[in-house]
């Protein structure tokens, strides 16, 4: 019901910079939109779990991993429906499929997540 569209993945050097954005999208989308009180990313290294790397609410209160905290930073628009995360001194180990994700508690209530998009760290 709500459709999460990703960009901004690609490669970057260690200590370089990325940013990432997700967006909610489709006409369907806004009929669920209104309930969405939470976005955030998760990411998935090659060959492990996803993990949760930062969230935000429609507060603007901020949750970061301690693997990218005072790196990272996660931002969104008035109406949550865009959130961006502004990746800095990239590392190596931040090489990983990032998942936008939207938690829903109105109708269609539920945590969608985005297709994911690669992000990659080189020396």
């Known amino acids: 019901q709500v459709q999460l569209v990703e960009s901004g993945g690609g490669l970057a050097q260690a200590g370089g910079f990325l940013n990432l954005s997700c967006a909610i999208s489709?006409?369907?989308?806004?009929?669920?939109?209104?309930?969405?009180?939470?976005m955030g990313w998760y990411r998935q290294p090659p060959g492990e779990q996803r993990e949760p790397v930062a969230s935000?609410?429609?507060?603007?209160?901020?949750v970061y991993s301690d693997s990218v905290k005072g790196r990272f930073t996660i931002s969104t628009d008035n109406a949550l429906t865009t959130v961006t995360l502004q990746m800095n001194s990239l590392k190596l180990e931040d090489t990983a499929v990032y998942y936008c994700?939207?938690?829903?508690?109105?109708?269609?209530?539920?945590?969608?997540w985005g297709q994911g998009t690669q992000v990659t760290v080189s020396l």
């Open positions: 489709g006409s369907r989308s806004s009929i669920y939109a209104s309930g969405i009180y939470r």
């Open positions: 935000i609410t429609k507060s603007r209160n901020t």
């Open positions: 994700h939207a938690d829903n508690d109105g109708l269609g209530a539920g945590r969608y």
